[in-house]
């Protein structure tokens, strides 16, 4: 397979091996309460599956040209498999690995959700407060003067109706500046909502932001401080961060590369650190850290009640299905569309596995 030409890697052929790969990889779970005392990695169908994976993944990483890529398959609580194809910094041919650490972006709206749902279960807030409560400086113009209040709960949801990011061009290289915590704040009185509060769908990194930001106010903690003591830690992600971990450039950390150019290849892009916008975008981990993060939330689900980290019906409640008003054309491949034909009527839930969970 390693020597097949790229052009003959037709959509066609991905598509086939795609569905054959889900197909198999079904059977880790399919499988798991025939094991007789067999551990699922060691299962021959398993095997056979785990060993198209990282076919498919190496092929992959060839075919569009990535530099390098970690990968980790969990089954409930066992690591059953984890990987690295190519390299973390292709000059210096350092190995991509499980424990190589990437800027996970949007995974980081994960934690800040579950912050502000621990603060919820404290107390310390309601979903329907709106965000001047906890936020005084929140004072952003209303593009419709009679909308309703922006509350937590849209933040959340990316239903608040904000701009879709701080008004900085941090996404623009070459240099990738991130405004600081107090650019965002003196800026966001210069900006103006673009929608009615709970009336349409728009993914927003100022959104969840705005959410870090709550977390600090009602626990009275720098936000990263909060997440260490009350998430990351005692989940046991070692190697995650909420910041990008400077100190590990050259090291556990991979170099940033382009999109492919037109004329091919990848070049090296500026290291940069998402400063103001680390709650929505600015987390490193690992791949073996987030299988870690992944068997947390089975665990979690799995249990009829109790508490680890998070209440198991709190993030029951994640995971679930909730009203998001009118239906919009922008749909999100992170939200599940329900559209009731009695009442056209439109609902969202999330992946609580991907990027930002919905309330």
């Known amino acids: ?19 054959r790969l889900a197909n198999l990889v079904i059977v880790v779970a399919v499988l798991a309460a025939s094991a007789s005392g067999q551990t699922v990695s060691q299962h021959p169908r398993v095997k056979q599956a785990l060993n198209l994976l990282k076919v498919w993944l190496d092929a992959e990483r060839d075919y569009d040209q990535i530099p390098g890529l970690s990968a980790a398959v969990v089954h409930n609580q066992d690591l059953i498999w984890s990987g690295g194809f190519g390299y973390a910094d292709v000059e210096h041919k350092t190995p991509a690995t499980p424990q190589t650490l990437y800027s996970i972006c949007s995974i980081s709206k994960l934690f800040t959700s579950i912050a502000v749902m621990q603060l919820r279960d404290a107390g310390k807030l309601r979903l329907d407060d709106s965000v001047g409560t906890h936020l005084s400086w929140f004072t952003i113009k209303r593009s419709d003067p009679q909308s309703a209040e922006i509350t937590i709960e849209g933040l959340l949801t990316h239903a608040s109706g904000l701009p879709r990011e701080s008004d900085f061009p941090y996404w623009t290289g070459p240099d990738f500046k991130f405004p600081s915590r107090e650019q965002v704040i003196e800026q966001l009185s210069k900006q103006e909502t673009l929608y009615p509060a709970e009336t349409y769908f728009q993914y927003s990194n100022l959104g969840l932001t705005l959410a870090g930001e709550v977390v600090a106010a009602a626990s009275s903690q720098p936000y990263a401080t909060y997440v260490r003591e009350h998430i990351l830690d005692p989940i046991g992600l070692r190697s995650t961060t909420p910041e990008m971990p400077g100190q590990e450039r050259g090291h556990k950390l991979a170099t940033g590369y382009s999109a492919l150019r037109r004329g091919g290849g990848r070049v090296p892009v500026t290291f940069f650190e998402a400063r103001g916008i680390s709650p929505a975008a600015g987390y490193a981990s690992s791949a073996e850290d987030l299988a870690r993060f992944a068997s947390w939330q089975l665990r979690v689900l799995g249990r009829k009640g109790g508490e680890e980290v998070l209440k198991s019906n709190t993030l029951r409640e994640i995971a679930g299905v909730h009203p998001l008003g009118v239906c ?5 491949n992170i939200l599940i ?23």
């Open 1 to 19: 397979m390693f020597n097949v030409r790229r052009e003959q890697l037709s959509h066609i052929w991905k598509g086939m091996l795609m569905k």
């Open 337 to 359: 569309r329900l559209e009731q034909q009695m009442r056209a009527k439109t609902w969202a839930g999330p992946a609580v596995t991907d990027k930002s969970f919905s309330v």
């Open 328 to 332: 919009h054309e922008n749909r999100s």
